[in-house]
């Protein structure tokens, strides 16, 4: 045997491209064949590192390539992927019978949990004081103020951004006032005894309690007290 390197072998491993020549001599008589050999290169795939994300954060895993087939770890066959929760990941891609495969893990960190109450409303001059406190936490709320509590005697939209290993959540709250209802019974008095002084304190969609128990709006002042 002689092969175009003067290998002398019965054969001969390819390694690469090329034109391969082998002359077999037998009895003083020899033939020549000869194979040309090429290499497809092997799709290059990339998913990326693993990583950590937030819960709720979807991750789009993209492996399209020019001429591709693809196959992921649940068997679809679609150029790319959406990570919605943690796990492995891998595809296997294709071309021209030349395949490549890439592996990612990927983890999630559950958000904080923030419930700053629902919808409230509140009586003029009363305060509330809405707590946002989380292990290991920040906070930013909408006056931009970072402490873990707000103290609110207004009106308004009141929210806060929690963030905590890196991932953040954020509730909202609504807060009305009602005004208080005008009482006004008058100046102290004196009456000449006999004298009925009716104390009338008539208001809209307004309930009374008076100092005998009695709820209705106007009552009748006998006696001193």
């Known amino acids: 045997y002689l092969w175009q390197n003067n290998s002398t072998n019965a054969t001969l491993t390819v390694l690469q491209a090329g034109t391969y020549l082998a002359t077999v001599t037998v009895n003083n008589c020899s033939v020549t064949d000869s194979i040309n050999v090429t290499y497809n290169l092997p799709p290059v795939v990339n998913l990326g590192n693993d990583t950590t994300l937030c819960q709720g954060v979807i991750l789009p895993l993209n492996a399209t390539t020019a001429n591709a ?3 992921w770890q649940n068997n679809s066959t679609n150029a790319t992927f959406n990570v919605n929760q943690q796990g492995p990941y891998w595809v296997t891609v294709t071309v021209n019978n030349c395949f490549a495969s890439d592996t990612i893990n990927v983890t999630y960190t559950p958000l904080p949990v923030v419930n700053l109450g629902n919808d409230t409303t509140l009586c003029q001059g009363n305060s509330l004081t809405l707590d946002a406190t989380t292990p290991s936490a920040s906070y930013l709320w909408q006056d931009n103020s970072t402490a873990a509590n707000f103290n609110l005697t207004g009106p308004g ?7 905590a290993n890196n991932c953040s959540a954020t509730d ?3 807060v009305n006032y009602n005004p208080l209802p005008i009482v006004n019974l008058g100046n102290d008095t004196t009456l000449c005894e006999g ?3 009716t104390l009338n304190v008539t208001s809209a969609g307004a309930s009374y309690l008076w100092q005998n128990n009695s709820t209705n709006a106007t009552f009748n002042v006998t006696q001193q007290g």
């Open 157 to 163: 939209t009141y929210w806060v951004t929690v963030t």
């Open 195 to 197: 004298e009925i002084l």
């Open 172 to 174: 909202s709250i609504i």
């Open 69 to 71: 087939t693809y196959l």
